[in-house]
């Protein structure tokens, strides 16, 4: 098993940034490939990017792309997620997973088997 704790969520305006990072402990961290869903209020959690076991291939659905940025570092048995040019839409409770399948499996499934507790984010218009 592994346990996954996110940080860095708060309040920032629009065009602005923010870091997400999620520490796992537990299992080998470097087994698993990791991803970030979000769920806006009155929304189903969606996944938004993931990143294989080795850091080596990062996916990113197109509401993200161009503006978010996933890394790893497994010493650390942390992973990342870097937000820039953020919009009042991004607002939502943001929360990593992780999934011992490939990334390609997250990807198509969106099933992870761990899930921290969320952190949020709001952008102000």
């Known amino acids: 098993q592994v346990q996954l704790v996110e940080s860095g969520g708060g309040l920032v305006q629009a065009g602005g940034s923010l870091r997400l990072s999620c520490a796992a402990s537990g299992d080998t961290f470097s087994s698993y490939a990791m991803g970030w869903f979000r769920q806006a209020p009155g929304k189903e959690r969606e996944f938004i990017t993931g990143?294989?076991?080795?850091?080596?291939?990062?996916y990113y659905t197109d509401y993200v792309k161009g503006r978010f940025t996933i890394s790893r570092d497994n010493a650390k048995r942390t992973v990342y997620l870097q937000m820039d040019s953020l919009k009042p839409e991004d607002t939502a409770v943001y929360y990593c997973?992780?999934?011992?399948?490939?990334?390609?499996?997250?990807?198509?499934?969106?099933?992870?088997?761990?899930w921290g507790q969320g952190t949020q984010v709001t952008v102000s218009s």
């Open positions: 997973a992780a999934d011992p399948r490939t990334l390609g499996a997250l990807i198509t499934a969106r099933r992870p088997d761990y």
């Open positions: 990143i294989s076991q080795s850091g080596g291939s990062t």
